[in-house]
């Protein structure tokens, strides 16, 4: 799961620099502080996008009854080959400690050159020295900022020290190499994503240009200040300090010229407008990452509750009742007590109708709240005394005809051959389901309702009735990023046994596509209840698994 997140966060971010790096463009963010603040503002995003939206948390229940196909692409690997999510997670958390270790081997020559250095001079709280190691003024340090000069600076005209030295401490009084820090501990972390890396470029090259601009300001003069950049721009390479950016780096040379010569102004109402623009289609951006490659969280076990309730149900007529005429039903019950879905567990083939109808049409205790419940249907054969009649999904009026014309009244004596007789009146009212239910005291209730056109059965029991089962196509870019899991859908089954409507529970959104398509091309056997075709309501498990 892991390795998942990292990957979904990753193409999040790629995602989101995308489209903050074409919004720049387009609405020409070109003055260098408000691409500062805007650079630093996706860096930001980038980083809370794990929070912009909940993430998934898929809710495994102890019982669980789905049909299931698993689809295995082969991959030709030596039997102990080293998994490839734990390689992938080995090979970032190594790139991570050398990254790291590299940025404290930074530290540790910013302290041995600060040693070595000779003091030049304070100015604005800060130090002045010179140092034979550096070939690029170098600054750094926050409670004891420190300015490191290379040994030649005094040789320069004294203009261009001027404006050395005011770019310098002015990255002093804004306190940049904070901000420099936190960038190197951002890169550190994504030390393998190219997005995070140009992205700090880019905030890297904005607050080198927002401080040439205050400089030339303050100096009065653009050409002695580009003079002081091309006085460096042939200089010796200087090694990579991580922590402490020199005065200039080559690759930036042609961008901060460029800048000064151009002097892009914009009006502050269009600098407002824009910046409120790109953020907005940063915050869009990011909720559409977060949407379209979601973080998963571990999934929610839910027990379901299993209490020890027992039905008794005389047996409809001409039925073979064998030695075991127990059926276990689990049934889903809402807090007012009516059952809103049913399948059989366990139980004689031949009895698990009647349990089934028995179940739907019983009523259950009130609770607090929405529950799952076992239930044991014990099947009678034995007549015995009706003590009620319950008439459901009809009208009064339809309910009062149905009692006049039945064959039998409450006290009657009734068996197998009764419920016929009241099954023949019943479907003359189009309803289908009749059976006398008994309770643990004995006492028999008749039980008459409509024909339901569609049914709730179990995943497991619908497998065994799939005749065309297309087999999915493992997606070839979740196969090369290493992805595997559980689609789930909903099912609605119609009559003929054709997929009417299909709908995902949950899934990765790579996997979704490929099981949407081939399950839409099932086709299952026909349900019959009490001798007519009924729709099926069912949930389907498409496993995708990468053998190794």
């Not at 580009?226 to 042939?234: H, T």
């Not at 009735?465 to 689609?487: D, M, S």
């Amino acid at each position: 799961m892991i390795a998942n997140n990292l990957l979904a966060w990753s193409l999040q971010i790629a995602m989101l620099v995308s489209v903050a790096a074409v919004a720049a463009q387009v609405l020409r963010l070109r003055v260098p502080a408000a691409r500062l603040f805007y650079w630093q503002t996706a860096l930001l995003a980038c980083l809370a996008l794990p929070l912009v939206r909940p993430w998934k948390r898929a809710v495994i229940a102890t019982v669980d009854s789905v049909s299931a196909i698993t689809i295995v692409e082969r991959v030709h690997a030596p039997h102990h080959a080293f998994p490839v999510q734990q390689a992938v997670l080995a090979l970032l958390a190594a790139g991570f400690l050398a990254r790291a270790l590299w940025l404290g081997v930074g530290f540790w020559r910013l302290r041995c050159y600060r040693r070595q250095s000779a003091w030049m001079a304070n100015s604005e709280g800060a130090e002045l020295r010179l140092c034979e190691a550096v070939s690029s003024p170098v600054t750094f340090g926050v409670l004891r900022p420190v300015v490191l000069l290379p040994a030649r600076f005094p040789e320069l005209d004294p203009a261009i020290q001027e404006a050395i030295l005011r770019h310098e401490l002015t990255h002093v009084r804004r306190r940049d190499w904070l901000f420099t820090v936190g960038e190197e501990i951002v890169r550190t972390v994504f030390w393998f994503h190219p997005a995070i890396w140009w992205v700090l470029a880019e905030i890297a090259l904005a607050r080198e240009q927002e401080v040439d601009r205050q400089v030339v300001a303050a100096i009065k003069s653009r050409e002695t200040y580009v003079d002081a950049l091309l006085s460096f721009a042939s200089g010796q390479p200087q090694p990579d300090l991580a922590p402490a950016p020199p005065f200039l780096r080559n690759r930036h040379l042609k961008q901060r010229v460029f800048s000064l010569l151009q002097e892009v102004r914009m009006s502050k109402t269009r600098l407002v407008s824009s910046f409120a623009a790109a953020v907005g289609i940063l915050a869009a951006s990011g909720w559409l990452a977060s949407s379209t490659f979601p973080l998963s969280a571990a999934p929610q076990v839910v027990a379901d509750t299993a209490g020890g309730n027992v039905i008794h149900v005389l047996a409809p007529p001409g039925t073979p009742l064998p030695a075991w005429n127990t059926v276990l039903v689990e049934a889903k019950v809402d807090a007012s007590g009516n059952v809103l879905d049913a399948q059989v567990l366990s139980g004689p083939d031949e009895l698990r109708k009647t349990a089934l109808q028995t179940v739907l049409l019983s009523h259950r205790p009130s609770s607090a709240a929405a529950r799952t419940e076992q239930i044991s249907v014990v099947l009678d054969p034995e007549s015995g005394p009706l003590k009620a009649i319950q008439v459901d999904g009809v009208s009064d009026q339809t309910r009062a005809n149905l009692l006049a014309r039945l064959p039998v009244h409450e006290g009657d004596m009734v068996g197998p051959q009764q419920v016929a007789d009241v099954v023949s009146v019943a479907r003359g009212f189009g309803l289908g389901v009749v059976f006398i239910k008994l309770s643990a005291q004995g006492e028999r209730t008749l039980m008459i309702g409509p024909q339901p056109t569609h049914i709730r059965i179990g995943g497991n029991v619908m497998a065994a009735k799939v005749l065309t089962k297309p087999a999915p196509t493992y997606p070839p870019l979740a196969k090369q990023a290493g992805i595997e899991g559980v689609v789930k859908l909903q099912a609605s089954i119609g009559k003929y046994g054709t997929i009417e409507n299909l709908s995902v529970i949950s899934g990765h959104p790579l996997l979704v596509p490929s099981a949407l398509e081939a399950v839409r091309q099932w086709v299952y056997g026909p349900t019959m209840l009490n001798g007519e075709l009924v729709g099926v309501d069912t949930e389907i498990d498409v496993n995708y698994t990468l053998a190794k």
